[in-house]
């Protein structure tokens, strides 16, 4: 289930912390571009079927999250 990142949009912590809660491909850009923190957990957005990987769905996302850093 996906997290309401407005919830703490404008979340000013002291230290870095992870986002989870339903990242997946579709939408790591708007979590990046919602709130404040550089780190993200995702586990079944990027599988193909439950508790299995895909690794190009891995790869598609370390590549949009990679974009939205830089």
């Known amino acids: ?5 407005e919830i703490i949009r404008n979340y000013s912590p ?3 912390f992870f986002l989870s809660g339903g990242l ?3 939408n790591i ?3 990046f571009n919602t709130v404040n ?3 993200f ?3 079944s ?10 690794e190009k ?3 598609e996302f370390i590549s949009k999250a990679n974009k939205a850093v830089k």
């Open 57 to 59: 769905l891995i790869s």
């Open 37 to 39: 923190t550089k780190y």
């Open 41 to 43: 957990d995702v586990s």
């Open 14 to 16: 002291n230290k870095s």
């Open 1 to 5: 289930e996906t997290f309401d990142w």
């Open 24 to 26: 997946n491909t579709n």
């Open 29 to 31: 850009l708007n979590a």
């Open 45 to 54: 957005g990027v599988e193909n079927s439950e508790g299995i990987k895909d």
